[in-house]
């Protein structure tokens, strides 16, 4: 679920951090930089590890800010095809199950994905599994166990979503996409 992945970059201290030991400087802006986001085909970096090495600093003209080069390790989310993992339902409708962590909110499960005779019930507009005699309900907040079947990488442009005239001339503004998702099956081995 979680790897330690190597980056690099130049980060920038400012006169405010001088206070700081330098190597807790660095630490905090290289968490104020990453943490949080999404780095395209690693995953979702969650905190720094531990400071690999680091240059010497260059002060900036005019500005007082300090330019070090710094290569360190993170810890990132991504878990691998096939891992089994714990999460509740977010929300269901006739598309799927969305389904969250504590930190990680884009985890989809598609209607074909679920368990063989599911069906989605619109009056009470949840997701249900009828296995022999029984009914199962799969309801908002319940803990679930999944497995991770795809990952989907949507470039993040920074152009505002393109707007579109439907079919009566209304303005419809289209939606940004999570930059990183993930598919998974709710079915276990035997019925996947």
Do not use: A, W
């Given at each position: 679920m979680f790897i330690l992945s190597t980056l690099a970059d130049l980060i920038q201290i400012t006169p405010e951090d001088f206070q700081k030991r330098s190597a807790e400087a660095l630490e905090d802006n290289i968490n104020q930089k990453y943490a949080n986001k999404v780095i395209q085909q690693l995953g979702l970096c969650i905190c720094m590890w531990d400071l690999y090495k680091s240059s010497d600093a260059l002060i900036g003209h005019g500005?007082?800010?300090?330019?070090?080069?710094?290569?360190?390790?993170?810890?990132?989310?991504?878990?691998?095809?096939?891992?089994?993992l714990l999460g509740k339902i977010s929300s269901a409708s006739q598309h799927g199950i969305k389904?969250?962590?504590?930190?990680?909110?884009?985890?989809?499960?598609?209607?074909?994905?679920?368990?063989?005779?599911?069906?989605?019930?619109?009056?009470?507009?949840t997701w249900v599994w009828q296995s022999d005699s029984e009914l199962f309900y799969f309801d908002k907040n319940e803990t679930v166990r999944f497995r991770v079947e795809n990952e989907h990488w949507n470039d993040q442009s920074p152009a505002a979503p393109v707007a579109e005239r439907d079919v009566d001339g209304a303005l419809v503004v289209g939606e940004r996409r999570s930059p990183y998702g993930i598919e998974v099956v709710l079915r276990t081995p035997q019925h996947a």
């Open positions: 500005t007082g800010i300090v330019h070090v080069n710094v290569e360190f390790r993170m810890v990132v989310f991504r878990p691998f095809k096939g891992e089994i389904i969250r962590l504590d930190f990680f909110d884009d985890i989809f499960v598609p209607p074909h994905l679920l368990f063989e005779g599911s069906y989605f019930d619109h009056t009470e507009q």
